[in-house]
């Protein structure tokens, strides 16, 4: 049974560029939350999607997007990258929301 | 705002040594408290939830403890190994919301 799968693994980005991640939740999972981790720190929640809406947001700006597919399938997109947002963004599913979450690998975005 | 405090920043303990890791948090209206593992680079690894109702969950050498009315839980871990080796990071979801808030995790080194 595949876990939470992220692509791609790493990215490289110049500044003012825009970026999507793509993430597919764990079978049977139907919400899907985002979250960016700065090195040497725990991860910020960015937001969550289930039934195709976002149903939380966390303190980011509105360059960051995202979109959650029929198949539960999700995108993060953030435009007018900016040094800071290098990070790991990882994605993360549950079968619900007051259920554990599972967490995928992660995609490491590189601004530069 | 929830605030998660992890207690050490860093550990470095000898092969075979049992150790507890800390975690607080400031808001005790939580729905549960998830405890994770994460090797550097990589994804999150759920090693055990526990729901505000439980007050311990165990899964092999790991024990963990939840004290909601005093915002702590602790991560037990016997007998470690060098495989133990990683950031333990705790999180908790509060029942006004859906995201997990993290600490910024305890560096574990098991030397041989």
């Known amino acids: 049974d595949a876990g939470v799968t992220q692509s791609p693994t790493h990215l490289i980005k110049t500044r003012g560029q825009q970026v999507t991640l793509r993430c597919s939740p764990k079978?049977?999972?139907?919400?899907v939350s985002w979250y960016q981790q700065a090195l040497g720190q725990g991860p910020q929640f960015i937001f969550q999607?289930?039934?195709?809406?976002?149903?939380q947001r966390g303190n980011f700006p509105d360059r960051f997007s995202g979109h959650q597919f029929p198949n539960y399938s999700s995108e993060l997109n953030v435009n007018a990258l900016l040094l800071g947002d290098s990070a790991l963004y990882l994605c993360?599913?549950?079968?619900?929301?007051?259920?554990?979450?599972?967490f995928g690998s992660g995609t490491r975005l590189t601004v530069v | 705002k929830q605030e998660v405090t992890q207690i050490p920043a860093a550990l470095s303990v000898p092969e075979g040594e049992n150790l507890v890791l800390n975690c607080s948090f400031t808001d005790s209206a939580i729905y549960n408290l998830q405890w994770f593992r994460q090797d550097p680079g990589k994804g999150l690894t759920s090693l055990l939830l526990?729901?505000?109702?439980?007050r311990e969950q165990t899964s092999g050498r790991l024990n963990a403890s939840l004290d909601k009315s005093s915002g702590r839980s602790t991560l037990y871990i016997a007998a470690s190994q060098p495989g133990d080796s990683a950031t333990y990071l705790c999180?908790?979801?509060?029942?006004?919301?859906?995201?997990?808030?993290f600490g910024e995790g305890t560096q574990l080194t098991v030397n041989p």
């Open positions: 079978s049977g999972h139907d919400t």
């Open positions: 999180a908790v979801k509060e029942t006004s919301g859906s995201r997990l808030t």
């Open positions: 999607y289930y039934e195709e809406e976002e149903r």
């Open positions: 993360a599913s549950s079968p619900g929301a007051h259920y554990g979450y599972t």
């Open positions: 526990i729901q505000s109702s439980q």
